[in-house]
Structures are given as structure tokens and as C-alpha cells.
């Protein structure tokens, strides 16, 4: 019997005798006590909340393999999926007359299948979601505001992605209200929410296939999330969320903006007057008190990655679909969808790298050119050699070599 098959027999035979109980219950019988009907209830909700449909494991054309414990494929492994920034059209900045269209089809890409198949996937979701007539809680001179409908919810929810993070210096541009919304469409479309600096918002749960749970967080420089600055109370809240999860997944919103500041350089970084961050050191801090895999986003740009202590970082996952006033030309157009298969102790066994892109469209498309990929590796040689001189020795492998 395959696994949806069994998942829904197993889930009707549950029903049945819920179903059973509570007519006995209710008829006055006591061959069920409350407290029992009560509790299988509970378990049969929580598992049918929980639940989605499984998907056969499937490489993409081409990987790196890293481990010699773990096999591709293996059931022990926990998929990851990260990308970039999403920003999918602003009322303040222009919206897609056709994103219903083109949102349907992107939903039956090979795209989708990428965040379908993952056990964690999220993206980093640029502004809030929100229909109000209010001015914005921002006010600058060199700055944009975005303000996305609520509606555009369900397009992250088509799409396969089970969570995003809030922590980035667009999430507040509406204040409150805008996040209060955000958080109420998300929650409607049955998306989690990470990144807010405040306990019903600060970390999102995923639930894996082997009954354990995933958290991931997320920190960045700006009012109302988890400071990228404060290396300590990272590390606190690291290593505390280690202790009661299986894998935890750590993003973070930082570092300078645009082509020039594509490179990862040491210390911390500076744009238009605010502290972005050290991200070498927030990565390694986070890696040391216990996260599993770190991936940043904000640069809109794709930066390097990095191997350390045997975990995987990447630095910037730059633009995945942004609509108006974010560029798309040149690098601001690639759009590297990061696929990462976890060990049980969370080092990386093997990570592939979706290059995507925006040059053409409205929204992400795969690049047969590899851009975003190959762009990437380029970088992780000139920042990182030692950790490309392992993906060298590991050179890409093709799906069934």
C-alpha cells in the first residue's frame, strides 16, 4: 500500500473509532470514559492538521554528495529547502496585473515540486501582508515601503512553502497592524511565521516524518526581530530550542546590499547607516551553540557558502520572486533555491542548488543556464577556498550515478 494510501486508511480507521466512542459516550455507555474520547479526538486532530500528502524522494539533475554514512535518499535524512527574498508586488509599488496566472502555473512547476518534496521549506518574505488604507509606520528619504495583499498568501501556500521568516527591514513598514495581518493570512493558508520578536512569532515548528520536530528562527538588525547583533542572546535561544528539537534551522537577514557587496568579508557590515551585522561571526556563533544549518537572505544578491564543523552556510540566497521595485538585472535576477539534506546530527550530507531566475517573467523559473549555481560556487572559491576544495573533491553528481 503506498504511504498517502496507508496515511488515509490508517486516519478512517481512527475516525471509525473515535466516531464509535463518542456515540457510546453520548448514549450514556461507559465503555469509553471521557477522558479517552477526549484524547483520541485530540490525537486525530493533531495528526490530520499535521499531515500532507507524501511524495516519492527525488534528486534533481545534478548534487553534491558529502557523506560516506548516508546514502541519496536516505529515509533518516531531513530535506531542507530555503530561498531567497519574496516581495511578490507592493500597493505602494506596483502590483502584477497577471499573478493570478502566472501564480497557477508556478504552482505546477518543478519549482513546486522542490517545496513539496522538502520536509522544512521557507522563504524570507519581504514586507507585510496587508490590506489597510493607513501611511505607512515608515518614514525615510532613500527608502521603499511595501504593503502586499493578504490575498497573496495562498501563492506561497500553492507553492509549497510551509514557513517564512519575518525578520528583515520591511516586516514593520505598516507597524503593527500590517504584522498583525501578515500573521493572520499566513496562519489562514496554513503557513508558519518566524522572525518576530515576540514569543507567538519568534520560532516556527515543523513537524518531520520521523515524529520529531524541526525549529527554525530567524535574526536581522531592524526593531521587532531577534538582533543579529546580539551574539550571545542568539546562542541563548540556539541553544535552548536544540535541546527540545530534532534539527534547528537558523535563518538571518544581513549584511550590505547590491552587486558591490557580493563578497563575504569579515567584520561587521554597513548600509545607509545601520549595522547589518557580522554574518561570518552570527553564523559560526550559531553553528557553535547548535543550529544545524544557517541561510541568510537580504544582500539581494546570491553570496557564497561555507562548510564549518561539518554544517553548511550560505550566505545570501538573494531575490526568488519580487515584483517592482526590486531589480531583477543582472545577479539581482538569479535566484538560488537551496536543497540540503540533513544527517540525524545535522552536519550536511549533500546539498543541490536550484538556479532560478527572474530575468524574463514575473516570477521564478528554472535556469537551464545555472546561473544562480554557478555563480555561487564562483564566489564560495574566492571567499571560502577550503570549503570549495571539498565540494571539488565531492564534484556534482547526476541523479542515479
Not at 500500500?1 to 471509525?16: I, N, P
Not at 517545496?115 to 518614514?139: Q, T, W
Amino acid at each position: 500500500m503506498r504511504a498517502d494510501s496507508e496515511h488515509r486508511f490508517v486516519a478512517c480507521c481512527a475516525g471509525v473509532v473515535f466516531a464509535a466512542a463518542l456515540a457510546l459516550h453520548l448514549s450514556g455507555a461507559e465503555i469509553f470514559p471521557r477522558q479517552f474520547v477526549v484524547k483520541v479526538g485530540h490525537t486525530i486532530a493533531r495528526s490530520l492538521a499535521s499531515a500532507r500528502p507524501t511524495r516519492p524522494a527525488r534528486l534533481p539533475d545534478h548534487y553534491f554528495w558529502l557523506s560516506r554514512d548516508f546514502a541519496p535518499g536516505d529515509p533518516r535524512l531531513v530535506d531542507v529547502v530555503g530561498a531567497g527574498d519574496v516581495m511578490m508586488g507592493s500597493r505602494d509599488q506596483g502590483l502584477d496585473p497577471d499573478i493570478e496566472t502566472e501564480a497557477a502555473a508556478l504552482a505546477k512547476s518543478a519549482i513546486a515540486d522542490i517545496f513539496r518534496r522538502a520536509d522544512v521549506s521557507f522563504v524570507n518574505l519581504e514586507g507585510p501582508l496587508y490590506d489597510g488604507e493607513d501611511s505607512p509606520s515608515k518614514v525615510c528619504d532613500r527608502c521603499y515601503v511595501f504593503r502586499s495583499p493578504t490575498a497573496y498568501a495562498r501563492y506561497l501556500a500553492q507553492l509549497g512553502v510551509r514557513a517564512v521568516s519575518l525578520a528583515n527591514n520591511h516586516s514593520g513598514d505598516y507597524g503593527e497592524a500590517g504584522r498583525a495581518s501578515t500573521l493572520d493570512a499566513l496562519r489562514a493558508n496554513g503557513i508558519a511565521y518566524f522572525g518576530l520578536d515576540h514569543d507567538d512569532a519568534r520560532v516556527a515548528e515543523i513537524a518531520l516524518k520521523n515524529g520529531t520536530q524541526a525549529a527554525i528562527v530567524s535574526f536581522a538588525p531592524n526593531t521587532g526581530t531577534p538582533d543579529i547583533n546580539d551574539l550571545d542572546a542568539a546562542a541563548r535561544l540556539i541553544r535552548a530550542l536544540k535541546t527540545a528539537h530534532a534539527i534547528v534551522v537558523v535563518s538571518f537577514h544581513g549584511g550590505a546590499e547590491g552587486e558591490a557587496f557580493e563578497h563575504v568579508v569579515p567584520g561587521h557590515a554597513s548600509f545607509d547607516g545601520e549595522d547589518r551585522g557580522d554574518v561570518v561571526a552570527f553564523a559560526h556563533n550559531a553553528i557553535d551553540a547548535g543550529a544545524d544549518i544557517v541561510i541568510g537572505q537580504g544582500p539581494h544578491v546570491p553570496r557564497a557558502l561555507e562548510i564549518y564543523r561539518g554544517h553548511l552556510i550560505a550566505y545570501s540566497l538573494g531575490n526568488f520572486w519580487t515584483y517592482g521595485a526590486i531589480g531583477t538585472e543582472a545577479a539581482r535576477g538569479d535566484g538560488p533555491v537551496l536543497e540540503a539534506w540533513l544527517a540525524p546530527d545535522g552536519t550536511v550530507a549533500g546539498f543541490a542548488i536550484h538556479s532560478t531566475d527572474q530575468h524574463d517573467g514575473n516570477v521564478p523559473g528554472l535556469d537551464p543556464t545555472d546561473d544562480a549555481e554557478q555563480h555561487m560556487l564562483a564566489l564560495t572559491r574566492d571567499d571560502f577556498p577550503e570549503t570549495a576544495a571539498k565540494l571539488d573533491a565531492a564534484r556534482p553528481r547526476r541523479a542515479g550515478s
